[in-house]
T-cell receptor
Framework: DGGITQSPKYLFRKEGQNVTLSCEQN?????MYWYRQDPGQGLRLIYY???????QKGDIAEGYSVSREKKESFPLTVTSAQKNPTAFYLC????????????FGPGTRLTVL | QQPVQSPQAVILREGEDAVINCSSS?????VHWYRQKHGEAPVFLMI?????EQKGHDKISASFNEKKQQSSLYLTASQLSYSGTYFC????????????FGQGTRLTINP
C-alpha cells in the first residue's frame, strides 16, 4: 500500500541536542512538506520541497534544517537553535499539480526534556 | 496570512447540522478541508478550486465563494464519527500547494 511513514512516533531529546525526524513516501509524489502543530493550534509550515535537491523555507523555518537527496525521503533536523521544539510534527506529500490532496504521515511527537 | 475559521468550537447532538466557515484576506486559488482526530494525522475531506464550485460526498459538502474569499463546510445529520478538529488550508497560487492552515474548529458530537 502506498503512503507516508514517519519515525519515530515518539521522540525525547535533551536540551542542546540536534535530532532528525524521518519521513518517507512511496506515492511517487514530487512535493513534500513539514508542518509543526502545537496543542490547540493549526498546522504551520516549516519547510517544503517541490523537487529533489531543492527546498524552500516555510513560515517558521528558524532552528530547523532539511535535505531532499531522494524523491522518497525528506528528513527534518530540529537543531539546538530551535527555542521551543516540543510539538507534534507532521510530514505530507502531494503531486505538485495544485489541485490534489496532501497526504499526511502519522506524525512524530517530539518532547524536549 | 492565516485564514480565520469560525466558530472555534461547536457541540452538537447526533443528527444535527453544522457549518464551519473559513475566511481569508487574500484572493484564493484553492481551499482544502481536513479532519483530525486527537493525536492522529489530518484526513483529507475535499478540495475546492477557484471557480466557486460546490463539492460533497455523503453528508459532508463545501462551497467556495471566490468574491468573498470564503469557504464553508456543511455537515448534515451529523454522526458520532464526525467528531474532531476541522482545518481549512488555503493556497493563493496554482501549482505546488504551499498551504496556510486555519486555527481549526473543534466539533464534538454527543449521542
Amino acid at each position: 500500500d502506498g503512503g507516508i511513514t514517519q519515525s519515530p512516533k515518539y521522540l525525547f531529546r535533551k536540551e542542546g541536542q540536534n535530532v532528525t525526524l524521518s519521513c518517507e513516501q512511496n506515492l511517487n509524489h514530487d512535493a513534500m512538506y513539514w508542518y509543526r502543530q502545537d496543542p490547540g493550534q493549526g498546522l504551520r509550515l516549516i519547510y517544503y520541497s517541490q523537487i529533489v535537491n531543492d527546498f524552500q523555507k516555510g513560515d517558521i523555518a528558524e532552528g530547523y534544517s532539511v535535505s531532499r537527496e531522494k524523491k522518497e525521503s525528506f528528513p527534518l533536523t530540529v537543531t539546538s537553535a530551535q527555542k521551543n521544539p516540543t510539538a507534534f510534527y507532521l510530514c505530507a506529500s502531494d503531486d505538485s499539480l495544485g489541485y490534489n490532496e496532501q497526504f499526511f504521515g502519522p506524525g512524530t511527537r517530539l518532547t524536549v526534556l | 496570512q492565516q485564514p480565520v475559521q469560525s466558530p472555534q468550537a461547536v457541540i452538537l447532538r447526533e443528527g444535527e447540522d453544522a457549518v464551519i466557515n473559513c475566511s481569508s484576506s487574500k484572493a484564493l486559488y484553492s481551499v482544502h478541508w481536513y479532519r483530525q482526530k486527537h493525536g492522529e494525522a489530518p484526513v483529507f475531506l475535499m478540495i475546492l478550486l477557484k471557480g466557486g464550485e460546490q463539492k460533497g460526498h455523503d453528508k459532508i459538502s463545501a462551497s467556495f465563494n471566490e468574491k468573498k474569499q470564503q469557504s464553508s463546510l456543511y455537515l448534515t445529520a451529523s454522526q458520532l464519527s464526525y467528531s474532531g478538529t476541522y482545518f481549512c488550508g488555503t493556497s493563493v497560487i496554482q501549482g505546488a500547494q504551499k498551504l496556510v492552515f486555519g486555527q481549526g474548529t473543534r466539533l464534538t458530537i454527543n449521542p
